[in-house]
């Protein structure tokens, strides 16, 4: 059987995700007998039906659903493989690293400093993003590097340093009485009666159940504190963006949260190595969080650079 074209693929896509030939066509720019001929021809040659037709509408089929998720994931590598390519081709340009907002800003900030001062080292043009984007940053080639956080972050297909050890803060509404603590335990953070915890999306994107409101945005997530309608639990470091209506205090049996430099395995970058090579200078360094000293990590768990 031939290899399939992208062409076929983004068709097949548009048709799945719109379940309608016609919004399918219009999505793509062309008229909707070639579209169906080039699904129907699409079947053939694999032998499967993709998409049961009848009075009610579109649906996929179990192949169908098959493809969707492969087609999906093939095509954002195509498009990453020519980002990076135009890249390539740009001696000038800088690397592109990709970070939360608000997130391990000091050690960001020295890490910048860093890579200034290596002679012929590339600049760093940083990315801020929100909660769990950075996966797909580095995967579709907007991204060379970035900062991310074991064990929350998804960092499969990607080779990583370990810079950082840290402990965890509840942020809460400055007047709530658990604001006036010196320490806090999971368990008392966790039922707070009217201040339920915040919920993050899985890596899948859904999130657990519970009464907490659903975030994913920095801005979100610190007015729903500030207004006294939720609370949550982060490593110290990411309190950056703390507002004057929270209030941060340890939460002493949360578990550690390692932030690493991570970026694709198949990376063979110079420029990324050489940013590899100065973030793990940085393990030696001092820096630690207010509420629980940091831990810089020697040279246990240290992976080689591209």
């Not at 391990?104 to 200034?116: F, I, N, P, R, T």
């Not at 006036?180 to 919920?199: F, G, Y």
Request: charged share 25%.
């Amino acid at each position: 059987m031939d290899d399939f074209e992208t062409r076929e693929l983004r068709y097949f896509v548009a048709v799945a995700e719109e379940l309608h030939f016609g919004r399918a066509a219009e999505r793509l720019g062309i008229a909707q007998p070639p579209l169906s001929r080039a699904i129907r021809q699409l079947e053939r040659r694999l032998g499967v039906q993709l998409l049961d037709r009848n009075r009610r509408g579109v649906a996929l089929t179990e192949p169908g659903r098959v493809l969707l998720r492969e087609a999906a994931t093939a095509l954002d590598a195509v498009a990453a493989a020519a980002r990076r390519t135009r890249r390539a081709g740009d001696p000038k340009r800088p690397l592109v690293l990709a970070t939360k907002a608000g997130a391990s800003h000091e050690l960001l900030q020295q890490l910048l400093d860093a890579v200034e001062g290596e002679p012929g080292a590339a600049p760093v043009e940083v990315l801020l993003c929100e909660v769990g984007e950075q996966a797909g940053l580095l995967r579709d080639g907007r991204a060379d590097v970035a900062l991310m956080h074991r064990p929350y972050d998804d960092l499969a297909g990607f080779d990583t340093e370990d810079l950082y050890v840290e402990g965890q803060v509840a942020i809460l509404p400055a007047g709530h009485p658990l604001a006036s603590r010196d320490k806090l335990t999971l368990a008392e953070v966790s039922h707070v009666p009217n201040l339920p915890i915040a919920r993050w999306p899985r890596l899948d994107g859904s999130y657990p159940e519970g009464p907490g409101p659903e975030v994913r945005t920095q801005s979100k997530l610190a007015q729903l504190v500030a207004l006294g309608r939720t609370l949550l639990v982060i490593p110290a470091s990411s309190r950056a963006w703390q507002w004057p209506e929270h209030v941060a205090v340890p939460v002493i049996d949360a578990p550690d949260v390692t932030t690493v430099l991570a970026w694709p395995s198949s990376s063979r970058s110079p420029a990324v190595a050489s940013l590899v090579r100065s973030a793990a200078g940085l393990r030696g360094s001092t820096l630690s969080s207010p509420e629980r000293p940091g831990n810089p990590l020697g040279d246990k768990g240290r992976a080689t650079p591209p």
